[in-house]
């Protein structure tokens, strides 16, 4: 295997980078939403225009719609580690953890506790906080250090009680940027008979996650975040599907793949949505990889090789924003923190402008950035941010050129001072 990203060909697999509209401008928005690649665009334009019909039919166009849509559950599957069945697609991960709280609510009781933190995106902990309120149960918040973003898991254990059912955790947070360390969390609220539900939409983009070796029980990300179609993908695992209350028609309750989806699959995206993992097997060869390895080890291999790209762009950024006096940057400085490895999503709130005016300015010189609270109102509450103002985010993944981050560090010199 290479142990340097072939730029050129990477980008070559994303059509975005040739459309004239994205001519002297560098992409970091991807937090909010990655460019996709061919593979995912020529699936999703297949579909409509040769099978765009009601899937498992006799007739072959709609068997072929059927078999793509199964193909793109297997082959998730194996990219995560799991099995088919513990794979669910929803409308979004905003929906599907809407579904999934809604479900715990019938079989939780009012002697029973959860967790949640002040780091995540509202997706995965507002629901579960309403859920917590309208049952009566005990609700304990792991918090934030105020100064770092970071959660510290002793105050984690110190939360856990033979009580605790369910804990609500991200991957990594969508402003702090810092993987928190899932393995270990699962391991702890396991011991104690807790259900632990993941959120890795801000992970999954930089690294393709083996689920299986994380023990989670539920773990979410939104495809269109990861090269792929605008939908949200959950897995369910160590029984829990069969454990939670059926969601959907009553005669879908035997159906692992609806038990959870209440309003049906979109199965063009369905279908399409396994493409992107073609873009991984494709990025593993054409970086050395053998053509009898599989997918899960293509997955491996081809996240290790976007992490080193990224943590190499990264340090420039990190290096520039944590020594400017015009900001206060969030979350650690380095990459490798002793509390886990630090995502390229980096967001920081200027002292004096306003972050809308920053953001503007960083636009008009070719960063396509924004300004907002992006969902995670209380992650800039618990960091002392006021919401209303928000912060700039700058978010990359493994497509990201050494020219973006020249175009971004001279216009942040320019912008900031």
């Avoid at 928190?180 to 632990?196: E, F, P, Q, S």
């Avoid at 960083?362 to 006021?386: C, P």
Wanted: aromatic share 8%; hydrophobic share 40%; with cysteine.
């Amino acid at each position: 295997m290479s142990d340097v990203i072939d730029l050129n060909w990477v980008r070559s697999q994303f059509p975005a980078f040739s459309q004239s509209i994205n001519d002297g401008q560098s992409f970091f928005d991807n937090a909010g939403g990655s460019f996709a690649c061919r593979q995912t665009i020529d699936a999703l334009t297949s579909y409509y225009t040769e099978t765009k019909v009601q899937p498992y039919a006799g007739f072959a166009s709609s068997k072929r719609a059927g078999e793509e849509m199964d193909r793109s559950r297997a082959r998730w599957a194996e990219a995560l580690g799991v099995a088919s069945p513990e794979i669910v697609f929803g409308p979004s991960t905003s929906m599907n953890t809407f579904v999934l709280a809604d479900a715990f609510g019938q079989i939780l009781g009012p002697d029973d506790e959860v967790i949640v933190t002040n780091q995540d995106h509202e997706a995965n902990t507002g629901v579960v906080r309403r859920m917590a309120s309208r049952l009566g149960l005990t609700m304990h918040e792991w918090r934030m250090d105020p100064e770092s973003g970071l959660l510290d898991i002793e105050e984690f254990e110190a939360l856990l009680t033979p009580r605790t059912r369910l804990v609500t955790v991200p991957h990594a947070s969508n402003i702090v940027g810092q993987e928190n360390d899932i393995a270990r969390i699962t391991k702890l609220a396991h011991a104690v008979g807790a259900r632990v539900i993941v959120d890795g939409v801000s992970f999954a983009p930089h690294t393709i996650p083996d689920v299986a070796a994380l023990d989670a029980d539920v773990y979410l990300f939104s495809l269109y975040k990861t090269y792929s179609v605008h939908q949200g993908l959950m897995v369910v695992r160590n029984g829990l599907l069969d454990k939670l209350p059926n969601q959907a028609h009553f005669f879908s309750a035997g159906s692992p793949d609806k038990r959870l989806n209440p309003a049906g699959p979109d199965h063009a995206q369905v279908a399409a949505s396994g493409a992107v993992l073609d873009y991984v097997i494709d990025f593993h060869r054409a970086h050395g990889g053998a053509p009898t390895d599989s997918l899960r080890t293509a997955c491996a291999n081809a996240s290790a090789l976007w992490r080193a790209h990224e943590d190499a762009l990264s340090t420039q950024l990190l290096e520039v924003l944590s020594g400017s006096h015009a900001i206060r940057m969030i979350g650690p400085a380095s990459l490798d923190a002793a509390t886990g490895h630090r995502c390229p999503t980096i967001a920081f709130t200027p002292l004096t402008d306003e972050p809308s005016v920053v953001a503007r300015k960083l636009v008009e010189r070719g960063v396509q950035t924004s300004s907002g609270h992006y969902y995670a109102v209380r992650v800039l509450n618990g960091v002392g941010i006021d919401p209303e103002r928000g912060v700039v985010r700058l978010s990359f993944v493994h497509y990201t050129s050494q020219n973006d981050i020249d175009r971004a560090l001279t216009a942040l010199a320019q912008v900031l001072g």
